[in-house]
């Protein structure tokens, strides 16, 4: 079955932002379909290598460093204009290896037809999420839940630890979910399907990290400034226009002075409240301010509350109950976000982690 690609129309039915595709190898028992934003670095998939006996399908980003970029091409081998076809040839390069060489959120899926083998893999700590259900030499896995319950009926029905958990917690443990009988891809993993048989391996352990010598208060700094200016400018090459989402703390205000000297046309925004200011919002405009950028505030309306259920409903339903009536201001503000530019880029827990 060979590549197919559409387009869908956006939620406001006035433009597209989504590509969608699907990909097959029946011979081997693999059938993979893919949703991306349109122009985002998994908008060009599927990935090949050039006798199309690779294929990857791909969520999330990693982007290649000029090194890497650079040692393939004096291989002879093709990047391609997509920003992920190098990931094909760097596969080529490494082998089974080449899982733990990645940089960056992701989950894939990759087919060799050459080796009779796929690979299920994702990121070190599993932020881009994998559910799978497994039963009678059946593997099923989708990006979210609401996909296997959607054509899985039987799985219609709540996990009891799940839920406790949650309740408990705010969230499961481990890689359990809220639903009987599905469950998330562990980190670091590279599940690897040949000949009917899944070989379930990780491809990293925490500890690997932990293990390493301590670095002093200065080496630290040093090290993660380079490393920081270094890594950053790769998240603004969209050919999407990029929005920041500015908020007072410090990774917001690492980003946009570091940011490079192209990433020129931003759009800046802080999500606030119905009326005033926070602190969130006046040193935000400051920020955007001393970088000559304009800014925004995107408000919450009396929308919002008359419409709770709604919003409510809908969060639950997208994040597949992971977020719940406490989440739904996230949903309704991000709508707004998306109006204003369909790329997000800003910080999580940059103070907390580096206090």
Not at 148 to 168: H, M, N, S, T, W
Not at 276 to 298: E, K, P, Y
Not at 332 to 341: D, E, G, H, P, W
Request: hydrophobic content about 40%; overall charge negative; glycine content about 10%.
């Amino acid at each position: 079955m060979p590549a197919f690609r559409e387009v869908h129309v956006g939620f406001d039915g006035t433009r597209a932002f989504y590509a969608s595709g699907m990909y097959a190898a029946p011979e081997m028992g693999v059938y993979g379909g893919w949703l991306a934003n349109e122009d985002s670095f998994a908008a060009g998939q599927v990935f090949f290598n050039e006798r199309k006996d690779i294929a990857l399908l791909f969520s999330g980003e990693c982007f290649v460093d000029p090194e890497t970029g650079a040692e393939l091409k004096r291989k002879g081998l093709e990047l391609g204009e997509a920003a992920g076809s190098w990931l094909v040839h760097f596969y080529e390069e490494q082998g089974d290896r080449f899982f733990e060489k990645l940089n960056g959120l992701f989950s894939g899926l990759l087919i060799d037809k050459r080796r009779n083998r796929a690979f299920l893999f994702n990121d070190r700590y599993g932020i881009e999420r994998i559910y799978y259900y497994e039963a009678d030499g059946e593997f099923y896995f989708a990006s979210e839940a609401k996909a296997l319950l959607r054509i899985l009926p039987k799985l219609r029905q709540f996990d009891d630890e799940g839920v406790v958990q949650y309740l408990a917690f705010g969230c499961t443990l481990e890689w359990r979910t809220l639903f009987k009988d599905i469950q998330l891809l562990p980190g670091g993993s590279a599940w690897s399907f040949e000949n009917g048989k899944c070989q379930k391996r990780r491809y990293f352990s925490p500890e690997t990290w932990e293990a390493q010598p301590v670095l002093t208060a200065e080496r630290f700094e040093s090290e993660f400034q380079e490393t920081f200016k270094r890594i950053l400018p790769r998240y603004f090459e969209s050919e999407s226009k990029i929005g920041v989402s500015l908020t007072g703390g410090l990774d917001t205000r690492m980003i946009m002075a570091c940011r490079p000297d192209s990433a020129r046309d931003l759009v800046c925004y802080t999500f606030s409240g119905e009326k005033d200011l926070t602190l969130d919002d006046r040193l935000a405009a400051q920020v955007a301010r001393s970088c000559g950028l304009s800014h925004r505030l995107l408000r919450i309306g009396s929308d919002f509350f008359s419409d709770f259920a709604a919003h409510a409903d809908r969060t639950v339903y997208l994040t597949d109950g992971c977020f719940g009536i406490l989440g739904a201001h996230e949903t309704y503000f991000n709508a707004q976000a998306r109006r204003l530019a369909p790329m997000r880029l800003t910080g999580n827990f940059g103070s907390e982690v580096l206090r």
